[in-house]
């Protein structure tokens, strides 16, 4: 129910922040002259990103310690119209990262209120983002309710089938919507040909289990889909900015002791939270 599955949103919420959080300081590493240059473009609209993200948490506290049942909803949909926001924002800011030929807008454009309307793949884009999120959240649901053995996992499954189908047909309007020339330049790489098909095969192949009701299945073929299309975004992102920079640009000073101290902390972190995690669902099912 809505009052019970709202006290895992805090929770949630949280884990989503945080994990966010390293992808963009390894970003911010990496592309970081092409990454703050378009955030000064939207200065104004990503300035807005703290505080738009501190009301959507509270609100989820509120929605969590509310006694007053009519609100449930309308704060639901407050935090999920907040959240959506903040993809665009970031969606926004990624596509025009990637397009260093726009940068001139801000010379046109000073007072950092330039958002990438224009861009072709800005709207699929967005949306393969936002499906893909919808139907990795069923599967999760799916799992939850194996684990209860409730009779909804059934339902949940063929809710991140259709999702997935929806999702590999705004993948297709993706693709197509990118550069001329850099189609040409991903599909002369054999290394993205192949990761490109390893990713969409396992995706299609996902949706065939969950049409089939193997939850294991699903969750098998899901998680090399992704990996495939996280390393296909990162050629797709190189291909864009080829003409202006590759990361083989980089000095590099390899430094073990920080990497080892990284992934130490990192694991720690992790059992840290694994712990917290058992004692939550412990005291649950106390409950």
Same mark, same amino acid.
């Given at each position: 129910?809505?009052?019970?599955?709202?006290?895992?949103?805090?929770? #949630?919420?949280?884990?989503?922040?945080?994990?966010?959080?390293?992808?963009?300081?390894?970003? +911010?590493?990496?592309?970081?002259?092409?990454?703050?240059?378009?955030? !000064?473009?939207?200065?104004?609209?990503?300035?807005?990103?703290?505080?738009?993200?501190?009301?959507?948490?509270?609100?989820?506290?509120?929605?969590?310690?509310?006694?007053?049942?009519?609100?449930?909803?309308?704060?639901? !949909?407050?935090?999920?119209?907040?959240?959506?926001? #903040?993809?665009?924002?970031?969606?926004?800011?990624?596509?025009?990262?990637?397009?260093?030929?726009?940068?001139?807008?801000?010379?046109?454009? +000073?007072?950092?209120?330039?958002?990438?309307?224009?861009?072709?793949?800005?709207?699929?884009?967005?949306?393969?983002?936002?499906?893909?999120?919808?139907? !990795?959240?069923?599967?999760?649901?799916?799992?939850?309710?194996?684990?209860?053995?409730?009779?909804?996992?059934?339902?949940?499954?063929?809710?991140?089938?259709?999702?997935?189908? #929806? +999702?590999?047909? !705004?993948?297709?309007?993706?693709?197509?919507?990118?550069?001329?020339?850099?189609?040409?330049?991903?599909?002369?790489?054999?290394?993205?040909?192949?990761?490109?098909?390893?990713?969409?095969?396992?995706?299609?192949?996902?949706?065939?289990?969950?049409?089939?009701?193997?939850?294991?299945?699903?969750?098998?073929?899901?998680?090399?889909?992704?990996?495939?299309?996280?390393?296909?975004?990162?050629?797709?992102?190189?291909?864009?900015?080829? $003409?202006?920079?590759?990361?083989?640009?980089?000095?590099?000073?390899?430094? $073990?002791?920080?990497?080892?101290?990284?992934?130490?902390?990192?694991?720690?972190?992790?059992?840290?939270?694994?712990?917290?995690?058992?004692?939550?669902?412990?005291?649950?099912?106390?409950?």
């Amino acid at each position: 129910s809505l009052n019970n599955g709202s006290r895992l949103i805090p929770i #949630v919420f949280a884990f989503t922040v945080n994990l966010g959080v390293a992808p963009l300081l390894f970003l +911010q590493v990496l592309y970081g002259h092409f990454f703050y240059t378009s955030s !000064i473009l939207m200065a104004w609209f990503w300035i807005t990103l703290i505080p738009i993200l501190i009301a959507a948490y509270y609100s989820v506290y509120i929605l969590t310690n509310s006694s007053r049942f009519y609100l449930n909803k309308p704060i639901l !949909i407050l935090v999920s119209l907040l959240i959506l926001w #903040v993809a665009f924002l970031f969606c926004n800011n990624m596509t025009a990262m990637i397009s260093p030929e726009n940068f001139t807008n801000y010379f046109h454009n +000073q007072r950092g209120t330039f958002l990438n309307l224009k861009e072709r793949m800005l709207c699929p884009r967005y949306l393969h983002f936002i499906v893909a999120s919808l139907a !990795i959240t069923y599967l999760f649901v799916a799992c939850c309710a194996h684990f209860k053995k409730e009779e909804l996992k059934g339902n949940f499954l063929r809710k991140f089938s259709n999702l997935t189908l #929806v +999702q590999l047909l !705004i993948g297709l309007w993706l693709l197509f919507s990118l550069k001329s020339e850099v189609l040409v330049r991903l599909f002369s790489n054999f290394d993205f040909i192949i990761i490109f098909l390893i990713g969409s095969l396992c995706g299609v192949v996902s949706l065939i289990e969950a049409r089939r009701n193997n939850l294991k299945g699903s969750i098998l073929f899901t998680i090399p889909a992704i990996l495939s299309m996280v390393i296909v975004r990162h050629y797709v992102r190189s291909s864009y900015l080829a $003409p202006y920079f590759k990361l083989d640009h980089l000095n590099r000073e390899p430094q $073990p002791f920080n990497l080892f101290l990284f992934l130490a902390v990192f694991l720690i972190g992790f059992l840290v939270v694994a712990w917290l995690i058992k004692i939550g669902f412990s005291r649950a099912r106390a409950r």
